[in-house]
């Protein structure tokens, strides 16, 4: 159910004012609301009592301290309308103990913890009490009453407006039919659009194979009229090449005409010229037999012509060298012979 209160202006629960308070002139009452830094009452484990001169709604009461351990608590103590007291007890929340209250009363008391350490220092710095007074509190009520009235008159406006919107469900619910029917439509037609999408993707996917099988024909093509190319030229050469050969074929037939066709011609001519060398070197071998035998059979002689004569060396030598000179003679002529024949 929508709750429209917080469009209603209420009163709001403030700090009770010092006014209020009865005996105001006493240090305790002076903690009320204080805002002096340098003031403050010493924390001890006795009661500290507050008296209202009218009744007062007090929403919560709230006392700031200094020196208090976080396990420390204060016990209130209040005075009801009707003269009854009621305790609550509060921990210890960054130096602030606060509790609430929620009644009207005719004043209060607090006493905080002993403290079990002699020479730490523990203070009251301040009591703030939230609440209304008597007025507020009439003024809180008739407030209430007509956030009442408010609220009866919301709750017939919600209830017309859930029936609009019962009908508007209903509405809303024929159009969802409608529009599944539409997306179930919409989804055999983009079932067929796919089908056709698919079909679309294979043709050209086969088209575009079929361009790359034509582009690699006609690249092997042109690789293949290279090749004829190459080879064309390569059979060009080869032919001039067998053309050349013939002609050397034919001179080498040419020159061979002029040798004996035959082995035997070969060998016959072998014959002959091997006996000719040996006729032309008869010659010259005998001479050189003869140069050799005379050398050898007066070698003996020479030496006892050395020791008995005492002839010289040189002089030997020099009447050698014609023999000398004559064997190599005839060893250019016989070479010379040979390499002209």
């Known amino acids: 159910m929508p709750n429209d209160a917080n469009n209603t202006d209420l009163p709001i629960a403030k700090p009770i004012s010092v006014q209020l308070f009865s005996r105001r002139n006493n240090k305790t009452t002076q903690l009320i609301n204080n805002s002096k830094a ?68 005719q004043g209060f008391r607090f006493k905080p913890d002993a403290k079990f350490l002699l020479l730490k220092s523990q203070k009251i710095k301040r009591v703030v009490v939230l609440g209304y007074t008597l007025d507020e509190l009439a ?46 439509n919409k989804s055999h037609l983009v079932m067929e659009v796919g089908q056709s999408q698919a079909q679309l993707d294979s043709i050209k996917i086969e088209n575009s194979a079929s361009e790359t099988r ?24 080869v032919r001039g090449n ?45 001479i050189i037999l003869y140069v050799t035998y005379s050398l050898f059979s007066n070698a003996v002689e020479l030496t006892q012509l050395y020791k008995e004569q005492n002839i010289s060396v040189w002089n030997i030598f020099l009447s050698r060298l014609p023999f000398v000179t004559v064997a190599v003679t005839i060893l250019q002529v016989c070479g010379f012979a040979v390499g002209r024949r």
């Open 214 to 237: 034509n582009s690699e024909l006609k690249g092997a093509n042109n690789d293949l009229e290279s090749v004829i190319a190459t080879e064309k030229s390569e059979l060009r050469d």
């Open 38 to 105: 340098d003031f403050s009452i010493g924390g001890k484990h006795r009661w500290f009592e507050f008296q209202f001169e009218q009744l007062v709604f007090v929403q919560s009461v709230s006392v700031e301290t200094e020196g208090y351990d976080d396990w420390n608590v204060v016990r209130f103590e209040f005075v009801g309308a009707d003269g009854k007291k009621y305790e609550n007890k509060a921990k210890n929340d960054n130096a602030n103990f606060s509790t609430l209250v929620g009644r009207v009363a």
């Open 242 to 286: 067998v053309s050349d050969q013939k002609n050397e074929l034919e001179k080498i037939k040419q020159e061979i005409r002029l040798f004996p066709s035959e082995i035997s011609g070969f060998v016959s001519e072998g014959d002959r010229n091997i006996r000719n060398y040996i006729f032309l070197s008869f010659p010259f071998v005998a």
């Open 139 to 184: 003024a809180l009520e008739d407030a209430i009453g007509s956030m009442d009235l408010r609220e009866t008159e919301i709750n017939e406006k919600y209830e017309g407006l859930a029936q609009r919107q019962q009908e508007s469900q209903q509405e809303l619910d024929v159009l969802k039919a409608e529009i599944e029917k539409a997306e179930k």
